[in-house]
């Protein structure tokens, strides 16, 4: 995936490479600092400049010019790297390294520092070739100028600036099929893996437990050359330089150049290696992308190395790791039985460099499935494509259900708790996020025999799926708009407009519609369809159809090869011990690591224990959970920003692989996730439950449209989707609330709320029932005696409420806080932990408030819900209904959207009925777009205060509130015995005229 540097070299002076990338970054300098260069260049006739800082004007000077050209657009970060989602990974300068092309046709030859002398690779780049990469810059900056001269303005929007890259010389090389000099490693037909009739596919994942120098190496070897072997389908140089055509990832050269670069890159970090191998590729190779949004395109403008370049560094790197497996001393084996290599061991970072180029190999295997087909070719000693194929392909241009795909019948499945995390002892290489733990209680709930096929999603296409803005949510029809999308992006029109006749792209080939394999769509798509599903056919539970959930996913896995058989026993994890060549045989026979190379017949393999289909290999599925860290999550210190900077909520997970995932990828540990927008080989499947799906998700409002927030002071991550919003909270927030709306707690162990000295503040406690009391207290009109908690957290003020009124619907973002209340009505004996000293806790029951009685919690409805969806839960909840009073404590500030809060209340409250709203005001853009802020910011025109309180006055009586009521209600939070957060809310009452 996307890799953050190591600690570079010096290249030049005090120059370094992240300096250097810096200074390159697309945001920053760009085109206009090349062609200041090269103006700079031609005002010193052609003299070369070779040191940064010398006498003639250098780079350093075109930085100045640079910063004048581009004064209207953002600033250049001229010192200090970029973060991993920087994305802009620049038209990279030879000149900063002190490699200046003069004008004449003669260029200079500069040495540099961490290069070794007489690298093939380095020569090549400082122009012993024809028109190298330094040529390239200098064609590109004269083109730019020319077309200023006619008036033209400089930037990618006038030409495509990728093709600057092309006829370099290497195209001839390139477009014939490659044969053995290709591989800078083994030869396919040599390669560890390959089968008797010269295929080569994937070996088990190694066992860490026990490895040798020469296991490593065919490991190293196996991966290496799946990769290049993959490469070997691009045809001419085009497509590696070619942009995708969604634009979402770099070209194919910067991932033929980044995965070498990674292994050079970890290893140092490790101190396994002490050196770059090439300082500037593992620069420019470093940081690869993760678009924030489906259309941010601009990445791919800059003059890359030429393919024979990186070639030359392929080779150099290839060498590199060799010589460490086989004589680094960390790799010494006594006995020749093989040793450990665990996370504190530094060849763990050897073992990373395998996994994240396997990782590549899949993801640029999509990238392979979306190039122009004339630009690929199938290389000799690849997969074949699943048998299937070649089977008699129906003519109709209307599929069938039970002749061109199989009837997908719902199963019922029985819930249970599944255990999710890798035991940190087992003997394979895991990613952070595979490692902690967490429980997951699922309910009873159905899904779909099988994957949606082809010939269902047919179905949805050709009823005018794409064309209905009911089907898609925000984020998903604004990208389906932006891409023009009218049908899955692998199926090819074979027919007239209209006729919905289509063919289906694979990775190297165009083959006729497969109406039986699974459709491959992005989350948006697959939820579309979902939509479109119930709407025609119904759900058969009580919620509306869905997709899978992560903890669903591992109940329905063939029980012979699940969390609880992988714990138990290695084998278990199939990966461990079968090859590519074996995985799809057996009775758990499945199409992973590389037994194929497309997808197959949802039904060609045994079903698990469950009746399910596929539940492994064929197509990943997409599920309802955000990427999601585990309890005793640990970013691991060689890789330390692998999985953090996704848990955003902003990715979906991806369970069970394809045909293309191997390695770690094809274990029953992986955790892998994608942005919703992104194809992945990726499928889904119909679920429907009566409960609220066992998700985990992160920061409301990802895929909704809305922003994205998290609860950073709180530790806590948390979700979206409308129809599945939950919540993740640590055990520590947990405890917090449930100290601070049970204040009674801990009274029969003598642990009291606050420790006891003089002016203690135990006027802060009991907030949540003094704001249900203040509710109660004015009078609301009593026309159906039925009362709303909106963000009741773990249920103090609702018990509170049930003491007064006949009926209380109350609910929350968080599926755990909601749990808990739930846990609490029906009598469960729960237990609190309160925070004394640094690590040490006392365990106290956790104690109702006087008068909370059975009778009256009989009265609460606790489910999980979005505060800002209340006016879809007005219009279309069975039996939500109407309120003669609301209350919401400390809340709006912490919405997405409170605009969408409160815009409902007309419609919810009573006539005479009366809304509490208590709230500090607190606006973080973290939770709430600054642009959703009721107030806490200036006018922009007369710089007068815009205060929140009138604000909110404003909008409760425009939509036919009066203010009855104004007090200041404070609250004390628990952090410690000696440390509490002293909070002051300002708490307004609100009749509806």
Partial sequence: MMLQAAKKSTLVGSSSSSALRSTTRHHGIGSNAIRAFFSASRETNGAPTNVIGGGQRSFSAAVASAAKLNRAAKPAGIVGGAGRNSN??????????????????????????????????TMAFLGIRAKSSGAAFRYQAEEEDDFAAEGGAVGRSHHEAWMVNLGRGDDAWLTAPRDAEWFTGL???????????????????????????????????????????????????????????????????????????????????????????????????????????????????????????????????????????????????????????????????????F???????????????????????RPKNWPGLHPSVYETSSKRSRPVEGEDYPANEMIPVRGGSVQLGKPLDFPSYGWDNEYGQRTVSVPDFQASKHMVTNGEYWQFVAD??????????????AWRTHRNMKWPFFWKPVGPQGSHEYGLRTIFEEIPMRWDWPVDVTYYESKAYCRWKEERDGSPSSRPLRVLTEAEHQILRHDEHNLDAARSKVEADKVMVTSGAQFSHGPTGANLNMAFSSHNPVDAFPPSHTGHHDTVGNAWEWTEDHFNPLKNFEAHHVYDDFSTPCFDGKHSMIVGGSFMSTGDEASVF???????????????????????????????????????????????????????????ETEDLLNMYLSLHFPSSGSKESVNPILDHANSPIHGLRFPQRVANLMVAL??????NRALDVGCAVGGASFELAKSFDHVEAFDFSENFVATAKKMQSGDELTLKVPVEGDITEEVSVTLEPGVDAAAMGKVNFFQGDACALSEYADDKQDFGTFDGAILANLLCRLPDPMACLNAMPKIINKGGV???????????????????????NDPVSQEPMYSKDKLKEIMEELGFEKIHEEQMPLVIREHQRKYQYIVSEATGWRKK
Wanted: charge should be negative.
């Fill in 187 to 353: 030869d396919p037909s040599v390669c560890p893996g390959v089968d008797e009739k010269g295929v080569l596919r994937s070996l088990p994942l190694p066992n860490l437990s026990a490895v040798t120098r020469q296991g490593a190496k065919d490991y190293f070897d196996n991966s290496w050359t799946l990769f290049e072997m993959l490469f070997a389908g691009l045809k001419g140089e085009e497509p590696f330089y070619r942009p995708p055509v969604h634009g979402l990832r770099h070209p194919q050269i910067f991932y033929y150049g980044h995965t070498p670069c990674l292994y050079i890159n970890k290893l140092r970090v490790a101190g396994v290696l002490p050196q770059p191998v090439n300082a500037y590729f593992e620069s420019i190779f470093e940081v690869g992308v993760d678009e924030m949004l489906w259309d941010d395109m601009h990445k791919n403008d800059m003059v890359w190395p030429t393919v024979s370049e990186v070639y030359e560094y392929r080779k150099d790197v290839y060498d590199t790791v060799v010589d460490v497996i086989m004589n680094h001393p960390s790799l010494d084996d006594a006995d020749g039985k093989g040793l450990v290599v665990n996370q504190d061991h530094p060849m763990w970072s050897l073992f990373m460099g």
């Fill in 670 to 728: 992986a955790r892998f996730h994608f942005r919703p927008h992104f194809l992945q080989h990726s499928g889904f499947r119909l679920v429907a439950s009566d409960e609220d799906a066992p998700a985990t998700h992160l920061f409301p409002g990802s895929f909704s449209g809305q922003a994205a927030a998290a609860a950073k002071d709180a530790g806590e991550v948390t979700v979206d989707d409308k129809e599945n919003s939950n919540l993740y």
């Fill in 915 to 937: 809304v509490v709203i208590v709230t500090p005001f607190t606006w973080l853009e973290e939770y709430t777009p600054r642009s959703k802020w009721l107030g806490g910011f």
């Fill in 779 to 784: 009078n609301p009109v009593r026309t159906n």
């Fill in 464 to 477: 005018g799926g794409y064309r209905n803005e009911k089907y898609w949510c925000e984020d998903g029809s």
């Fill in 355 to 377: 996994e994240h180029e396997r990782i590549h190999l899949e993801t640029s295997s999509v990238l392979f499935r979306e190039t122009p087909i004339e630009l690929v070719q």
């Fill in 88 to 121: 802009h990974l620049a038209r990279a300068m030879p000149s900063a390294m002190g490699l200046d092309f003069p004008a004449g046709p003669a260029a200079s030859v500069v040495a540099f520092g961490g290069i070794p002398h007489g690298n093939p690779s």
